[in-house]
């Protein structure tokens, strides 16, 4: 069973800076591809980026050229640098792995935005 572990949420106000980590407890090596998702109160959890394991990177539109994620292969760990953050990014913030027909998540984290 694969455990995702998250870090790195909390409170920042707008125009801040946070860094989210995930630690994955098997080598990464092995998943098509690891990401973020989110789940802002009342809505739908929406992907916000991903990156395959050949390193190719997918952002929503709402986070291009602020967020940017990246993989650690030694480190078993996928991050998300999200600069420029808005109020409108406040959010639980899921990390996930595809591996094969199986997708495994994280517990999630809170990122939240002040105005």
């Known amino acids: 069973q694969v455990q995702l572990v998250e870090s790195g949420g909390g409170l920042v106000q707008a125009g801040g800076s946070l860094r989210l980590s995930c630690r994955a407890s098997?080598?990464?090596?092995?998943?098509?591809?690891m990401g973020w998702y989110r789940q802002a109160p009342g809505k739908q959890r929406e992907l916000v980026a991903d990156?395959?394991?050949?390193?190719?990177?997918n952002y929503a539109d709402s986070v291009k050229g602020r967020f940017t994620i990246s993989r650690v292969n030694a480190k078993d760990t996928v991050s998300l640098q999200m600069n420029s953050l808005k109020p409108e990014d406040t959010a639980v913030y899921y990390c996930?792995?595809?591996?094969?027909?199986?997708?495994?998540w994280g517990q999630g984290t809170q990122v939240t935005v002040s105005s």
């Open positions: 996930y792995a595809k591996l094969l027909l199986s997708n495994y």
């Open positions: 098997a080598s990464i090596f092995s998943f098509n591809a």
């Open positions: 990156i395959t394991n050949g390193g190719r990177t």
